[in-house]
């Protein structure tokens, strides 16, 4: 905020917009899209419990999970917004077996396509716990005038032109990272829009929070079971004990992280060998978002940014968040001899 003036998202991408002369303003109107569906979601949210929209659908995504009423609401609402933009060739959705073209003129020639989890963390739904959206924006790499193919959403995130979330908690946030920055939208709910409130958002290279389903420990690999016991042993020299939380919602789970510092991981297991989490709809994202602040995202062996997707629905483990913890983790996972200090 400049003196006390509130700066609305769309006052903030105009700006940034003219830095560039090259710029032809069509991923900040894309962003600004995103930005209404997200306020259309919230208000949603916000009423959940007065209206019949709380529990489940009685239907299985394409991963066979399934689905609630909010996740189909969501999924819904920003497939007609950004069917609804002239800037936006197609999308690929968590809840959807297959991406979508659309087919009208107008976005033919739209230079970029959306991917996104439209609610994140939908199982927080029924006990009012922090839920949210992950967007990610990539440059088309089909031919423009044509519909847009399965290739342009196979990219890998080095490729990202912007990522972001909004999350539905205490106050609703919308958080977006281009590769220059990251930035924090607080939603003002007297006037309706987003308004700048974390300017330049940088993850500490040091946390003293690690984020996962310890539940799953007796599945997870003895150079994980060691990272945990490194975590809880109480060494000041090394500053620990560290704290445990996890919020069961990837995106509460790495706001805190982006925010306070410290690491995030669902590692590969026993019952999930590939890892659990999405690589197109959330790790990407997120990994985009969290390296654009300073921090690091790896799947274990290699930089998730730089891994090549194969397919729409690909899951891989996740270590994500400070750059020292993230580094610290993948020390002991990557033992050839399990360490057990």
Do not use: W
């Amino acid at each position: 905020m400049l003196q006390g003036k509130l700066i609305t998202l769309d006052e903030f991408t105009i700006q940034e917009t003219r830095k560039f002369p090259q710029a032809t303003g069509e991923l900040s109107s894309l962003l600004r899209d995103i930005a209404l569906a997200g306020k259309v979601i919230n208000k949603h949210v916000r009423k959940a419990g007065l209206s019949d929209i709380l529990g489940k659908q009685g239907n299985t995504n394409v991963q066979g999970e399934e689905q609630m009423k909010l996740d189909v609401l969501a999924n819904d609402t920003l497939i007609h917004v950004l069917k609804n933009s002239t800037d936006c060739a197609g999308i690929a959705s968590e809840e959807n077996d297959d991406h979508v073209s659309y087919e009208d003129t107008f976005s033919a020639n739209s230079k970029y396509v959306v991917l996104f989890d439209p609610l994140d963390g939908s199982s927080n739904i029924d006990v009012n716990a922090s839920i949210g959206t992950i967007f990610s924006i990539y440059r088309r790499v089909s031919e423009l005038g044509k519909q847009c193919t399965e290739a342009d959403f196979l990219q890998p995130g080095s490729k990202l032109m912007a990522a972001g979330y909004i999350i539905y908690g205490s106050s609703t946030m919308m958080v977006y990272a281009t590769k220059i920055s990251v930035n924090g939208f607080t939603l003002e709910p007297t006037i309706g829009e987003f308004c700048l409130s974390h300017p330049n958002i940088r993850v500490p290279e040091n946390g003293k929070i690690y984020s996962l389903n310890q539940g799953n420990t007796v599945k997870f690999s003895e150079g994980m079971k060691a990272y945990l016991n490194y975590c809880m042993e109480s060494k000041k020299e090394e500053g620990r004990p560290y704290s445990h939380r996890y919020i069961g919602s990837m995106v509460g789970d790495l706001h805190r992280t982006l925010i306070k510092g410290g690491i995030f991981m669902y590692p590969a297991d026993k019952s999930s060998p590939n890892g659990k989490l999405r690589l197109q709809y959330e790790c990407n994202p997120m990994a985009f978002i969290v390296e654009a602040a300073g921090g690091s995202a790896s799947n274990g062996t290699q930089d998730i940014l730089d891994i090549q997707p194969t397919e729409l629905h690909q899951r891989v483990p996740v270590f994500i968040g400070s750059k020292n913890m993230v580094a610290k983790a993948l020390e002991f996972v990557n033992a050839t001899e399990v360490v057990t200090q």
